[in-house]
């Protein structure tokens, strides 16, 4: 994505460790060897919407990262992608790169919106996995089947190396059994977890 | 984002005309100068639902291009961004780069699916106005306020230039009032729409 890797970028990473939006950005910063500080955000005591906060991110959204310079970033997967310009983490072929941006996007669309939301009711709202909205499990179950079709001809997402790709989609596919979906059921996925969460050293 | 613009690429563009997410490449590729061919998709129809799209694109979702080697894509944001690889569509700036990635990152899960759908269910699925899922409604409101709010400072998303943000963000904002938003309450998001159309060249 043009531009130079900047390795002595520092960054303020405001972000809620519950968060899978927030660890993406965590994990690509330590896999980049980035020196950041981490300002934890507690979005369930509200103090993403405090005007503190809302000065910084309007859309009262984490992860938040400030740069080096002072200006301020949000939306994870724009916040990954600039920080890992010029990096290992984006493929050089241009193909491969749109391939990673399309898993990128649908994360955003087709499987953030139920896996991640299932997980949050279940375990933040207190909600039974019994009493989840039956549309919501539909397609979280559709977006993990989706993974596990897109895992069949090759180790990670776009080809044989770790991207951005993996990095925005483990986020919320490793913790989805808190959602009440059964990774069990996608062996691909399982087996791409652990490669991943190998690649980016997090356990 | 590295790479040449390439204005010999030929594509085969599958998209149905009442999506915004369609309209995007097709504009994003006239401005360009890319020749391809329209293949129309009638998703009322089912059409993105038969087998053979499916086999293109198994999430039965438009628009997919075919690329001239063959090869696909979908995401319309993923394939905006590489039809426009190394064109004026995105900027040089890496930090203007990261808040167009922002911007179109934000349309995909905090406009869309609101502003889009809800003018999909009053037009095409006869639902009226008044009979809108409340939260729906107010999504796609705080959406619009959200724009009107980043146009502020600056003639477009993105600084003064058109850039890929502003081509994501108005394909479905300029369909708005179809879905019962007030567009005459974002003065602001009316004059942006009436440039940036001006700069696609598009009525």
């Keep these: 994505m ?22 993406k950005v965590a994990w690509t910063a330590d896999s980049l060897g980035l020196a950041y500080d ?10 993403s919407r405090t005007p503190s906060f809302l000065a910084m991110n309007r859309a009262g959204q984490v992860p938040v990262v400030v740069l080096d310079d002072g200006r301020a970033l949000s ?3 724009a916040i990954i992608l600039h920080l890992a310009e010029g990096s290992a983490l984006i493929p050089d ?9 399309e898993w990128m ?16 009711q279940v375990r933040y709202q207190g909600r039974s996995v019994a009493d989840l909205e039956p549309g919501l ?9 989706r993974l596990e079709d897109g895992l069949a001809a090759s180790s990670f997402l776009v080809g044989e190396r770790l991207s951005l790709a993996d990095v925005a989609l483990v986020a919320y596919t490793r913790m989805a059994g808190e959602g009440g979906f ?16 190998q690649g980016l050293n997090i356990t």
Aim: proline fraction near 2%; aromatic fraction near 12%.
């Design 2 to 23: 043009g531009g130079k890797f900047q390795e002595d970028i520092v960054v303020k990473i405001y972000g809620d460790s519950i968060s899978g939006n927030c660890l």
């Design 38 to 47: 981490w300002i934890e955000v507690d979005i369930i005591k509200g103090e």
């Design 75 to 77: 939306q994870s997967n």
């Design 93 to 101: 072929d241009a193909y491969d790169r749109a391939r990673m941006l």
């Design 105 to 120: 996007f649908w994360e955003q669309y087709s499987h953030e919106p139920y896996v991640a939301v299932a997980r949050f």
């Design 137 to 145: 499990v539909e397609r979280g179950k559709a977006a993990l089947q």
């Design 182 to 197: 059964e990774l069990a059921e996608y062996p691909r996925v399982i087996a791409w977890i652990a490669k991943v969460e």
